[in-house]
Structure formats: structure tokens, C-alpha cells
């Protein structure tokens, strides 16, 4: 099925987040596709996420700020590539950066990270808009089971239902920017018409907070 955008969307820098494995970067490229927009994604390569995953002492700390340093460098680019494009669509939000690091860093790792963060996080674009997707401990580790590779298997339960929490409690308390959340368990970005119906959620969304938790294409099909 394929339909037409009806109406505007004024957002111009849109941000899509949620935990690993909660198709995130999928959902950014099929709003590219649909509303427009230049597709900015997370750098996932980092040369010392092998050490971290094999719990090397230090990895994380040097693992985070190579995470940091990437992101800031993308995003600090948007300040000019923002005069020549109508719509920036990221797959991922800075501030998400401090989440991982408030699960893995030493308490003297973090007073560092934080000065660090600080400077930089004071020279980035802000998104107009944000959209959070919402799984759940027992959805995540279903798709890790499913999904998961390499050195992703290393993750431990403890670990999944830590990020889970963090990432629910962030946004919870998140008031930078308008945000959409949704409640993205049943979530099926195949069908079309749920893409769709996800937009019309962005178009309606004005400021403050709006939750959103997509009608299942099986109970769709119920009804007919």
C-alpha cells in the first residue's frame, strides 16, 4: 500500500532513539524515504569495543570517549550541513552517550566524562523533535536471541534489563524537546500502514510529550 503525505511537517531535525535492537535505524530510513530528509547515522565501528565486551580493564572508559568523539564530530557538522538540506533525520540523539556511561564507567571515569561531555555537548545542533521507541526487557532479549551477533552475545541479562531501565527513566524525565513516544514491542515496520500511522503521530505533535503504542496488524486484521 502506498499513500501521500497530507499536510506539513515542521520539524526540520528529528531524532530517532531506543535501546539496541529496537530497529531504530530501520525506522530512520523509512522516514527518509517517506517525509524526506538527509539520513544522518550512529559511527558503530570502535576500535575498543572488543576489549570491552572481553571486560579488559579501561576498555570502557576508552570505549565511551571514542563513541563521544565520534558523535560530536557527526553532529558538529550539522551546524552547516543544516543550511542546505530541509530535514536532518538521526538515528540517534547525543545525550543517549551518557546513558551507556552511567552503566559502565568507574565513578572517577565518569567526573572526567562529564567535564568532557560538558564542552561538548554545548557545540551541537539541538533535534526539534524526538522519537523514542519503547521495548521492553522481555522484547530486547528476544531479539537479541534472534538478532544478536558476534560479540553482542557476550551481553549479559543483568546488563539488557540495566539499559532498559536507564533508557525509560531518561526519557521519562526528557523535556529538551517535543517528544513522540512509542510503545514499539508490536511494533511492524513492514507494514505500511503502520509507518504511516507513525507519521500522522508526528504531524499531530506539537510540543510537550505525546505516547503513542502502535494498533497490531494482527488486530487489524480482526476487525475486518
Not at 530501520?26 to 565486551?53: E, M, S
Not at 564542552?119 to 532479549?141: F, H, N
Not at 557476550?154 to 521519562?172: P, R
Request: net charge negative; glycine share 4%.
Amino acid at each position: 500500500m502506498t499513500m501521500k503525505l497530507s499536510g506539513e511537517i515542521s520539524f526540520r531535525h528529528l531524532a530517532i532513539e531506543g535501546v539496541f535492537k529496537s530497529h531504530k535505524t530501520l525506522l530512520a530510513h523509512l522516514l527518509a524515504q517517506k517525509i524526506g530528509g538527509q539520513l544522518v547515522l550512529d559511527q558503530t565501528d570502535n576500535p575498543y569495543l572488543r576489549d570491552f565486551y572481553n571486560e579488559k580493564e579501561g576498555a570502557a572508559f576508552l570505549t565511551q570517549l571514542v563513541f563521544l568523539a565520534n558523535r560530536y564530530h557527526q553532529q558538529s557538522r550539522l551546524l552547516q550541513r543544516d543550511l542546505f538540506v530541509d530535514r536532518i533525520i538521526c538515528d540517534y540523539l547525543l545525550e543517549k552517550d551518557k546513558i551507556y556511561a552511567y552503566q559502565t564507567l568507574t565513578d572517577d571515569e565518569l567526573r572526567v566524562y562529564e567535564r568532557i561531555y560538558s564542552i561538548l555537548a554545548e557545540r551541537i545542533p539541538r533535534p526539534d523533535l524526538v522519537v523514542y521507541l519503547q521495548i521492553s526487557v522481555k522484547t530486547l532479549m528476544k531479539r537479541m536471541d534472534k538478532e544478536g551477533e558476534g560479540l553482542e552475545k557476550k551481553i549479559s541479562d543483568k546488563y539488557l534489563e540495566d539499559i532498559v531501565e536507564a533508557y525509560d527513566y531518561f526519557f521519562f524525565n526528557y523535556k529538551a524537546a517535543p517528544l513522540l513516544v512509542i510503545k514499539a514491542d508490536d511494533l511492524d515496520l513492514s507494514q505500511e500502514d503502520q509507518v504511516w500511522d507513525l507519521i500522522d503521530q508526528i504531524k499531530q505533535l506539537n510540543k510537550g510529550t505525546l505516547y503513542y503504542v502502535p494498533e497490531s496488524f494482527q488486530a487489524k486484521k480482526s476487525k475486518k
